[in-house]
Nanobody
Framework: QMQLVESGGGLVQPGGSLRLSCLAS????????IGWFRQAPGKEREGVAI???????DYMSPVQGRFTITRDNAKNTAYLQMNNLKPEDTAVYFC???????????????????WGKGTLVTVSS
């Protein structure tokens, strides 16, 4: 069973940057789409970005142009580069995996088979 471990969260000022990592500590990410999701306090989980095994990406509108999702299959790791962070980006960020291809409703997270435990991102001055 695949295990996903997120890292890279922390406290950052508005306008700052963070890079999150998602490592598959068991199993291989090679044939999986990897998605990033987030859940803010008191809110439902929402999709952030997704990348297919062959590099096709999709982003939700709140992060379009500020966040970049990438992957390095040799390192069994996916990344989320977050720039120009805003207080409304504060949330626990989760990565998740499902076999390719991802569907049009990937952002619901309902089709993802494996989930990490999350890493907290706090954007505050």
């Amino acid at each position: 069973q695949m295990q996903l471990v997120e890292s890279g969260g922390g406290l950052v000022q508005p306008g700052g940057s963070l890079r999150l990592s998602c490592l598959a500590s068991r199993g291989t990410l090679e044939y999986y789409s990897i998605g990033w999701f987030r859940q803010a306090p008191g809110k439902e989980r929402e999709g952030v970005a997704i990348i297919s095994s062959y590099g096709v990406t999709d982003y939700m509108s709140p992060v379009q142009g500020r966040f970049t999702i990438t992957r390095d299959n040799a390192k069994n790791t996916a990344y989320l580069q977050m720039n120009n962070l805003k207080p409304e980006d504060t949330a626990v960020y989760f990565c998740a995996a499902n076999p390719d291809p991802y569907g049009l409703t990937w952002y619901t997270g309902n089709a993802m088979d494996y989930w990490g435990k999350g890493t907290l991102v706090t954007v505050s001055s």
